[in-house]
């Protein structure tokens, strides 16, 4: 009877594994493929008053790279179902805590981009918005030593935060 009872639970816990069954799509993006089919991402200029040389690249292309890898878009160079331009604003550094000395221990690394989106299905959906992100530092720590691997930091949060407003309709 205890045996029966093992093969019982186990055929009802077997079949409770196998009829439920969730699928998340992770992406995020809520694209109809049957009217979107292309997009145009310009180059990013870089106008902040303080410049960082490679940023201007390094933004236009992991912006170009998110589209691709997370969408069925093709990329081209004009006249895309959706159309993504704009510039740098803003590449602006802030003392923060300031310790007892009244020397600042941390200083605050702010990447200002301005974007302007259309989407020719749905013009509705057009906007110009402005999106910002920052990482903190310490501030005995030269700019030039930290840059590199903060502005990928900041690159990869304001490209996530595009993609979400243009195409996952968060």
Do not use: H
Not at 21 to 39: P, R
Not at 118 to 144: G, H, I, K
């Amino acid at each position: 009877m205890l045996k029966n009872n093992k093969i019982w639970l186990f055929c009802l816990i077997g079949l409770i594994v196998t009829a439920c069954s969730i699928s998340y799509k992770f992406n995020g993006a809520s694209i109809d493929y049957t009217k979107v089919k292309t997009i145009t991402i310009k180059d990013f200029p870089n106008q902040a008053p303080l410049v960082y040389p490679p940023l201007s690249q390094k933004f236009t292309e992991a912006l170009k790279d998110i589209y691709i890898r997370q969408t069925r878009l093709q990329l081209v160079n004009s006249n895309g179902d959706l159309d993504l331009e704009g510039e740098i604003t803003g590449y602006d550094l802030t003392p923060m805590a300031v310790k007892e000395d009244a020397y600042a221990s941390q200083t605050k690394l702010t990447i200002t981009v301005r974007v302007r989106y259309s989407n020719r299905v749905n013009p509705d959906e057009d906007f110009e918005q402005s999106f910002s992100a920052y990482r903190e530092f310490d501030a005995t720590q030269m700019l030039q030593q930290v840059q590199d691997d903060l502005s990928a930091q900041i690159i990869d949060e304001l490209v996530d935060q595009i993609y979400n407003a243009t195409v996952a309709n968060w």
